[in-house]
């Protein structure tokens, strides 16, 4: 079966990092496009940043530019969020995301991790 499983997330103070994984498994992860989106309470879900199959593409949110960074190890089947510099703003649940756009959209996504930055 097609699963995504993210981790890492947890309790943390202002200005402090995290990192967060996403292990997939059940499809040739290799040729999906990873992204990680975030909600926070009372707001939608947005995407945070995004990599490429083979990683020779990132994008990110004007929000994080900067802070997070997004990699990928396909031999691993594992994508990677690393967040600096965390503000309260950050406060979500954190999804994983797999797309794959040929001969029409496949798209998995994962339960997601809580992060909470609090003073």
């Known amino acids: 079966q097609v699963q995504l499983v993210e981790s890492g997330g947890g309790l943390v103070r202002p200005g402090d990092s995290l990192t967060l994984s996403c292990v997939a498994s059940?499809?040739?992860?290799?040729?999906?496009?990873m992204r990680w989106f975030r909600q926070a309470p009372g707001k939608e879900r947005d995407v945070v940043a995004t990599?490429?199959?083979?990683?020779?593409?990132?994008n990110y949110a004007d929000s994080v530019r900067g802070r997070f960074t997004i990699s990928r190890d396909n031999a691993k089947n594992t994508v990677y969020l690393e967040m600096n510099s965390l503000n309260v703003d950050d406060t979500a649940v954190y999804y994983c995301n797999a797309m794959n756009r040929r001969g029409g959209v496949r798209e998995y996504w994962g339960q997601g991790t809580q992060v909470t930055v609090s003073p």
């Open positions: 990599i490429l199959t083979n990683a020779d593409m990132t």
């Open positions: 059940g499809f040739a992860f290799d040729t999906f496009a």
